[in-house]
């Protein structure tokens, strides 16, 4: 039987293996409606109950498995070959100290970028924040732009300007300080999916360009501007959050 986390709740007369694959996922968590239970523990509970196995699959164990009560009988099994002749993927870590930065990437990424572009593959730039920037910042006296939202607790808004429920717009192009009313321009500080997309479309002029985060409707930027539906195939960048790696 193969399905999604309410067959844990299936009747299974002639029980013999659980499988709860990317058993880290935080999806097997219901949080919503009158019940809430987690699919994962629920078959461990279940397979334990009819004495048979439960095996919990996952590249990236969640924590609380790696450190269950050396008292159970679990065994750990470890794949040490990937299927196929697959290859694992390689790493590399930027120094953004020493690596120069344009338009808020660094250089020697956006030098992989052209590379992967010229043989004809995608690119997946990922970031977990949306909107333009974190902060709005007065580089004369160190104001940060509150967000709408907060007026009471002054804090800033954490996604600029499209990425706020409320804001979408900078609220302010000069410092409004109470303290210091200095009045010098404001600037964005960080990053965020839309800024990382219009700096990359100023770096790939001709290339498609697609934004994916919550709330949004997918859309690819046409070279030379503007928007249009879009197939995720048909985009050679994709930007986004969280999404990214589940939609593309």
């Given at each position: 039987m193969l399905g999604t986390t309410l067959v844990v709740f299936a009747p299974v007369p002639e029980l013999g293996l659980i499988v709860v694959d990317e058993e880290h996922d935080p999806s097997f968590k219901q949080h919503e409606g009158g019940f809430r239970y987690s699919?994962?523990?629920l078959a461990v509970m279940r397979a334990a109950a009819r004495g048979r196995a439960v095996l919990l699959g996952s590249a990236t164990p969640a924590l609380e498995t790696c450190t269950t009560s050396p008292r159970a009988a679990h065994a750990r099994l470890r794949l040490l070959h990937r299927?196929?002749?697959?290859?694992?993927?390689?790493?590399?870590?930027l120094d953004l100290r020493t690596s120069a930065m344009r338009a808020g990437v660094a250089t020697p990424a956006v030098l992989a970028i052209e590379r992967h572009?010229?043989?004809?593959?995608?690119?997946?730039?990922?970031?977990?924040?949306?909107?333009?920037?974190?902060?709005l910042l007065c580089t004369a006296c160190g104001w940060i732009a509150p967000c709408r939202e907060w007026p009471t607790r002054g804090s800033p808004c954490i996604s600029l300007p499209d990425g706020c429920a409320v804001i979408t717009a900078a609220p302010t192009r000069r410092c409004r300080s109470a303290v210091h009313q200095c009045g010098f321009a404001v600037k964005p500080v960080g990053q965020g999916t839309q800024r990382i997309e219009e700096s990359l479309g100023t770096l790939f002029p001709g290339v498609t360009i697609a934004r994916l985060e919550p709330g949004r409707r997918e859309k690819a930027r046409r070279p030379g501007g503007g928007d249009a539906p879009h197939v995720l195939g048909e985009a050679r960048i994709l930007v986004g959050t969280q999404m990214v790696h589940q939609r593309a």
């Open positions: 699919a994962r523990d299927a196929g002749e697959s290859q694992p993927p390689r790493l590399a870590l572009l010229a043989d004809d593959g995608q690119v997946l730039v990922f970031l977990n924040r949306r909107g333009y920037a974190p902060t």
